[in-house]
């Protein structure tokens, strides 16, 4: 398979503080990647390094989609090369309503037959999102919310699809909902990239997956490998065995 988006040697800068550091990255096309790490890692960063949403530049090295250079250009050109960005925290319009923002997502679109087509697409994977399609977005819950950002997101009809902590202050039944969601459109053909604290379910769904530290990749490697590594069971899995678990124990008592 070939890559659809890479990072070469990128660093990004909050004013003064730097935020990735030479980070490197190849996602492959049609694959799930995650990206995983603690609060402050750079994981959001990633992504709106790629949007252009920090800086249109970035301080350091290069971003290429589908073999085409896009640091530097404006995020709205981005957004109609094929990439959709669901921020973490969902960031719906409060005062749209559903079908509304809906609309909204498919504003880099021409063919406004082809959106309206659409719609019966999202729904399949939205079901309640049909059904509130005439409720202002601020009202739904937490979880209905989720699934019209990525819905909003999916509306554009992207090849890649960059999704920011979609678990984030979701029931567990609302997670493992998402994220069979998540897998069919995988399925479907769009590459996702996803940034996730839940880091089991992370790698249970994602082909490949990267572990950031202070802004470099620390580990990478096919997730099935990931979930048995000693070092990534104890510091993200929160699994220990034989004697580290045994060290965590006593640490606990003291």
């Given at each position: ?98 079908k509304e923002n809906l ?87 769009v590459t996702i990239v ?61």
């Open positions: 398979m070939s890559a659809i988006i890479e990072l070469k040697d990128v660093v990004t800068f909050y004013d003064l503080i730097i935020a990735l550091r030479s980070i490197s990255i190849s996602i492959e096309q049609g694959s799930i990647t995650a990206i995983l790490g603690n609060n402050g890692a750079g994981k959001s960063t990633i992504l709106k390094t790629i949007m252009g949403l920090i800086s249109r530049q970035p301080s350091k090295g290069d971003i290429n989609f589908l073999g085409g250079k896009i640091a530097g250009i404006p995020t709205e050109q981005i957004v109609r090369l094929g990439i959709s960005y669901v921020p973490e925290g969902r960031e719906v319009f409060s005062e749209l309503t559903v609309l909204m997502g498919a504003y880099t679109r021409k063919d406004k037959k082809g959106v309206k087509k659409d719609f019966p697409w999202i729904y399949n994977y939205f079901p309640i999102l049909k059904e509130k399609e005439n409720q202002w977005a601020g009202t739904l819950s937490g979880g209905q919310q989720q699934m019209l950002a990525i819905g909003r997101a999916l509306i554009s009809r992207p090849k890649l699809l960059l999704l920011d902590e979609p678990s984030l202050g979701l029931s567990p039944l609302l997670v493992k909902e998402i994220f069979n969601i998540i897998k069919a459109i995988n399925k479907e053909g996803l940034m996730e604290q839940n880091a089991k379910m992370a790698l249970t769904i994602s082909d490949y997956a990267y572990i950031l530290e202070n802004g470099r990749v620390g580990i990478k490697g096919p997730s099935v490998e990931l979930l048995e590594k000693k070092e990534v069971r104890e510091l993200y899995l929160g699994i220990y065995s034989g004697s580290s678990r045994n060290r965590y124990q006593n640490i606990k008592k003291k």
